[in-house]
């Protein structure tokens, strides 16, 4: 685990921001805190495998395939709970 829990506003825009730019399947169209990410097409399950390992490196952590849910990479807002609460 990390030594520090990022900022949480710092953390979801950087999150959003490597979404749109390694991610995204719909590269015209923003992506927002509370965007459906799966429903709406923006990533796919191979995105958010890429997200998972993104998730571990960034924050040194472990992600349980268990963990890896709907209900957890719903969207960005979600991505963040999901994430930080495990780095504090």
Known sequence: MTEQTPDRDAFVAEL????????SLLPDDPIE???????????DSLGVMQMVAWLEDRLGLRIEPSDIVYEHFRTVDEIAAFALVRTS
């Not at 959003?16 to 730019?21: K, L, S």
């Not at 805190?33 to 990533?43: A, I, N, R, S």
């Open 33 to 43: 805190h509370d965007t459906e990410l799966l429903l709406d097409g923006f990533v």
């Open 16 to 23: 959003i921001t490597m979404i749109e730019r390694d991610l």
